[in-house]
């Protein structure tokens, strides 16, 4: 009995083992982990904004995992692949949403505006027909003072008229009795009358529409509305039909993770039966729209008092809680160059942090993934200023999370500032391959990867896009001048052809400085046989004649004489070729050429 208990503990022993995480899996681990941890400790307190830089944080997480797992890879990158696609989708339906309900709300306080637009014409008319039968009578009062040539108290006499005539006349407002019967107080008055009456006019012709106009807009309104109510009536539909679509997804992902002890059929049938049985669906984005509503607050006056206090407290030298004020201001409208300008022009302040610096941040940690960044231009000077003051991980920061406007001169000052400061090479020039990427500067994207040595990479890229152009490879040959780059652009890659002709690449570096590695390029081939040489020689559809001639040419004047007599060799080895020679080593004018053609 206790023989055979033996074996049984020992078979129980054996499976108490864990398997063994190897040093590199646990490093990178503990890398991942302190990534999210460090990076959502960063985040703000928005719901909205978390959500997206959480989305964010852990996609990027994500594609470090795919980076580093061989076996499991293609599988995880289709699945990220959908998610992301999934959120995608999410995040576009949620913007045209948010579109549509602001335009239709405005649309429906349309026809409030015209009425009082309406109301305020019949007003104005009141009043320039007042004006205007007073202005009638100055006039003819002041016709008769001019054509008069009596004395002040007779033309005072002959102004006013009898008794039963002037009964029917009113005060003239703003007059005073003496100032009526005076003519240069009422030829002032008649001037302000007519410039009154100007502005009316003006304000007649640009302010207000006629009858006609108002009652075809007011037929363009109700379309809009009856539009509107079509709308609402389909996205109430879409509302609901995605509600049971959602419950019959969740069924099937719940039946994925199960143990499949029933069938797909059968596991889903109450989920069908739930998603029938569902008529209506509650609002899916509650709240949304609780802050455009222009009736809960005066946005006029609030926007005033905003930028009132942002100017308070930047007149008080209050500087970082100035930038605050304008990461946190309503609709952006402090997120503009003249703002930044402002902080850009204080030149005394207290600690080591520039209010520049501080302006930047604030801006910059207030956008969120779904909301647009900065204009370019602020982008640039937002990295511009961090590079200043060496602070290289908020750009980081805002290019992984996606807070800048690409551009290639973003690009280029991170590429710059990489060849400054060489510690921080790598990084600058990762950073500047993905603001290359993102803005379609491709040349400047392979020539970053090739300076941190991924030609692998760059070469891949290059097959990939298939949008490079000659110009384009000459870039990264004038740039970069490698033999290995040079060779890896003139020769077959992973079954597709060389991308650059050998002639064209090796005439192009002779003809700059330096030159050895058009050269380099050449020596190796000849050193592979003379038949290499030849091959590459006639495989090469785009150089003519005359470009190999150049080529050796300026092998032999660079003191590369094997090269230019086995290039001089292939050319003559060709029926109807041109047949050159060589003199003797002991002539005075040192190697002659001498051409005959072939008959």
Known sequence: MEGEGLPDEGLDQCREVLPIISEVDRNLLSHIRTYIETETDQLGSTAQVIDGQRYIIYKNAFDKVIENTTAYKNILTAIKREYDESIDVLLKGQKDSLFLQRKLKSMASEPATFVAYKNRVTQLQKKIEIINKNTSGLEARLQIAKESSYPKDRLTEGLLLPQEETSHFKHISGLTFEESVNVADLCKHLRKLESRLKDA??????????????????????????????????????????????????????????????????????????????????????????????????????????????????????????????????????????????????????????????????????????????????????????????????????????????????????????????????????????????????????????????????????????????????????????????????????????????????????????????????????????????????NDGVSTLEDWQEIADACNANSFNKLAKGIFRVLTSQEGGTVITFTSDDDKDGAKLTEHVLL
């Not at 022009?345 to 604030?362: H, I, K, M, N, Q």
Request: glycine fraction near 4%; charged fraction near 25%; aromatic fraction near 10%.
């Open 201 to 538: 006019k003006v304000n007649k012709e640009t302010k207000y529409v006629s009858v006609q106009i108002k009652t075809k807009i007011t037929q363009e309104i109700s379309q809009k509305m009856q539009q509107w109510e079509e709308l609402v009536t389909t996205n109430e539909q879409l509302k609901l039909r995605y509600s049971k679509l959602k419950i019959i997804a969740d069924a099937v992902a719940t039946w994925g993770y199960s143990d499949k002890s029933i069938s797909l059929t059968e596991f889903i049938l109450p989920s069908l039966t739930k998603a029938k049985s569902l008529k209506e669906v509650d609002q899916l984005w509650p709240g949304v729209f609780d802050d455009d509503n222009p009736g809960n607050i005066d946005e006029a006056a609030y926007l005033l008092e905003y930028v009132e206090s942002f100017t308070k407290l930047f007149d008080d030298k209050q500087y970082k809680a100035a930038a605050i004020y304008v990461a946190n201001c309503p609709r952006g409208i402090l997120h503009n160059m003249e703002i930044m300008e402002k902080f850009k022009a204080v030149t005394e302040y207290e600690g080591y942090v520039s209010p520049l610096l501080d302006f930047f941040e604030a801006v910059m940690n207030s956008y969120s993934a779904v909301r647009h960044p900065p204009i370019a231009k602020m982008s640039l000077e937002g990295v511009k200023c961090a590079l200043t003051h060496n602070r290289l991980d908020l750009v980081t920061r805002w290019v992984m999370q996606q807070r800048l406007t690409c551009s290639e001169a973003l690009g280029d000052a991170l590429y710059d500032y990489g060849e400054t400061e060489l510690q921080d090479f790598e990084t600058c020039m990762a950073l500047a391959q993905t603001v290359y990427n993102k803005c379609g500067v491709h040349k400047k994207a392979v020539l970053c990867m090739c300076m941190v040595g991924e030609l692998t990479g760059a070469m891949e890229y290059i097959h990939d896009s298939k949008r490079f152009s000659l110009d384009d490879y000459l870039f990264l040959l004038n740039n970069y001048q490698n033999t290995e780059l040079l060779r890896s652009l003139t020769r077959e890659w992973k079954g597709n052809p060389a991308v650059f002709s050998i002639g064209q690449a090796v005439l192009w570096l002779v003809s700059t400085d330096p030159k050895d590695a058009g050269f380099h390029l050449l020596q190796e081939i000849y050193d592979q046989g003379q038949g290499a040489l030849e091959q590459a020689i006639l």
